[in-house]
């Protein structure tokens, strides 16, 4: 059994018209979690003490305040809050630290949090590319201050670079951060010497038009040993189901059965304690095809 | 045109115009300086001016070889004349 966390509040972080990372998108991820037999759970409300693990507190406050009464604030060249944006990430950071005590206390194997809006391009005190805190990382510090693990790992497999949980995780030596991601393309950084404080960061560029087939190599050859070496307690993982090549926002190839595939292959780390939370993934078919795959797997490996 | 690489007809450039197009959209792609749901667009007109330069790159290396084969037929030539 797989856990998935959603709650309705993540619906309430609307973007404005035409906005790729809109409402929809979680109507899309239930299509794909149909069928799947999978333990349901409500994110809880995030605590500010696990945002303060990554964040400032200055920067907390100025998004909670930036938090508009009607319409739309706009913090960068596409990223919104409404009025429902603040509880809708403290959900998507709820989620995910749920998901972990569940998971580093044995009562699941996986989990899957489908909240919004997404975390990975979130720096220190920077909201930047759709995101406002930077979830994975948050879940991350969880695990190691608060449950006191040695050693866990994130591999961020959305299209883009996790430039936000790169820069939250740069002087965290007890977390080895692999982030696979398009080249070039937004945010620009990733590049391969992008190496962390304590050579902890790997990041694995891929050239556009490149297929699954290019992207199972790619992990076989370097991500795999290098989780192998890691040996981590606990393995997140930032979703992004953007290199499917369906996806309106970038140009990769991937198709449904290469998240299959990684999924598997990344379960057999950690002792298949897994948790992932959803990042990008914009064309909405593509999506639901994606979390079936993804979930599909985290259901099989959680039994 | 050079003030912004996402526009402009790529066909009628030259090899130049076309590299320094590219440069500015992988310099702008680098610098993060393009929010994320035009990123694509922006990659995709870069891999159009590479594509265009490497067909410019092309053009040129047949006319280099064209050249190189007449001036082996001229020096054949003027070997055999000076035999």
Known sequence: ?303 | MSENPTAGPIDAMSFEEAMAALEQVVGALERGEVPLEQSIALYERGAALKAHCAKKLAEAEEKVELIRAQEGRAVGTALAEGM
């Open chain 1, 1 to 303: 059994m797989v856990l998935v966390f959603t709650h309705p509040d993540c619906a309430r972080h609307v973007t404005p018209p035409g906005h790729p990372e809109r409402v929809e998108r979680l109507a899309a991820v239930e299509r794909g979690l149909r069928g799947l037999p999978v333990d349901r759970r409500e994110c809880p409300l995030g605590e500010a003490a696990d945002v303060l693990r990554c964040h400032p507190a200055g920067y907390l406050a100025r998004v909670k305040a930036s938090v508009p009464e009607e319409g739309w604030a706009q913090l960068d060249g596409d990223t919104f809050l409404s009025p429902g944006s603040s509880d809708a990430a403290m959900r998507a950071v709820g989620g995910i630290c749920a998901a972990v005590d569940a998971v580093v206390g044995g009562a699941a194997r996986t989990a899957f949090v489908a909240g919004r809006p997404p975390g990975h391009h979130a720096e220190r005190d920077i909201a930047m590319g759709f995101c406002l805190f930077g979830t994975v990382a948050i879940a991350a510090k969880r695990a190691l201050d608060h449950h006191g693990l040695k050693r866990v790992a994130i591999v961020d497999f959305d299209v883009h670079h996790g430039n936000g949980t790169q820069d939250l995780m740069w002087d965290e030596g007890r977390c080895l951060l692999v982030s696979s991601h398009q080249m070039p393309l937004y945010p620009g950084t990733g590049r391969p010497e992008e190496k962390g404080a304590h050579g902890q960061i790997m990041n694995l560029p891929l050239r556009g038009g490149g297929t699954g087939h290019d992207m199972r190599q790619a992990y076989e050859r370097v991500v795999f040993p290098a989780l192998q070496e890691w040996d981590p307690e606990l393995l997140l993982i930032s979703a992004g189901f953007d290199a499917h090549a369906d996806d309106p926002l970038a140009g990769l190839e991937w198709q449904a059965e290469d998240y299959a595939w990684l999924t598997r292959h990344l379960c057999e780390f950690a002792g298949g304690r897994v948790v992932s939370s959803l990042e990008g993934g914009y064309d909405l078919g593509a999506l639901a095809a994606s979390v079936a795959a993804h979930v599909g797997v985290l259901e099989e490996r959680g039994r």
